[in-house]
């Protein structure tokens, strides 16, 4: 493989194991025990926040969770019981703000995935799990064709590829405080197409 690809593989895990080593484990902790209460789950994200949602939203399901991402045409009412997952890098997303609002409204719980913590999502949430933009060990050379961390285009790709793998995480601790199996999970992935 070519030296340079390795570059942007390296950038990409020097950076979250830099973002991971400063998790909140309390706040993760929080986050699952906030999912695992909730009757059913909305996720929603915009851009690079919105295709992970989407992930996170299939992965609640196959752990056995009612999860549903917002705007599909096919979901049921919020109710009381329910749990919105707001996932906005800056926490200023006025789409993501007005719905964390109605969730609070309609006597839901919001948790927050930021960079920012002490931002507007992050004082309307109930429960907030921060992870930084990128860490400050690489310097993202490799990346530069698609910016610095000046930039939005390199910042939403760090971000997104740091929810992922954070999305992930919870998934285990997840399947884990349910007694969840490979097969069980399994028995949950999609089999018409």
């Known amino acids: 493989m070519n030296a340079r690809y390795i570059d942007?593989?390296?950038?990409?895990?020097?950076?979250?194991?830099?973002?991971?080593?400063?998790?909140?484990?309390?706040?993760?902790?929080?986050?699952?025990?906030?999912?695992l209460?909730?009757?059913?789950?909305?996720?929603?994200?915009?851009?690079?926040?919105?295709?992970?949602?989407?992930?996170?939203?299939?992965?609640?399901?196959?752990?056995?969770?009612?999860a549903y991402t917002v705007f599909d045409e096919i979901n049921p009412p919020f109710d009381e019981n329910d749990l919105f997952i707001a996932i906005s890098q800056s926490g200023e997303t006025k789409t993501i703000l007005a719905l964390a609002e109605n969730a609070k409204k309609l006597g839901g719980k919001v948790l927050c995935v930021t960079s920012v913590g002490d931002s507007t999502l992050g004082g309307t949430a109930d429960a907030l799990l921060c992870i930084e933009k990128h860490g400050h060990s690489p310097d993202f050379r490799a990346l530069g064709a698609i910016g610095d961390t000046k930039n939005q285009n390199l910042l939403g790709a760090l971000f997104g590829f740091n929810i992922y793998v954070l999305f992930y995480t919870i998934i285990i601790m997840l399947a884990e405080a349910k007694n969840e199996t490979p097969d069980s999970i399994n028995t949950r992935h999609a089999n018409l197409q």
């Not at 593989?9 to 699952?32: C, G, P, R």
């Open 8 to 35: 942007v593989l390296s950038d990409f895990h020097s950076n979250a194991q830099d973002v991971f080593k400063k998790i909140d484990e309390a706040q993760l902790e929080n986050a699952v025990s906030i999912i």
């Open 37 to 66: 209460g909730a009757q059913k789950i909305y996720v929603l994200g915009i851009g690079h926040s919105g295709m992970f949602g989407r992930i996170l939203s299939m992965k609640l399901n196959h752990v056995g969770l009612r």
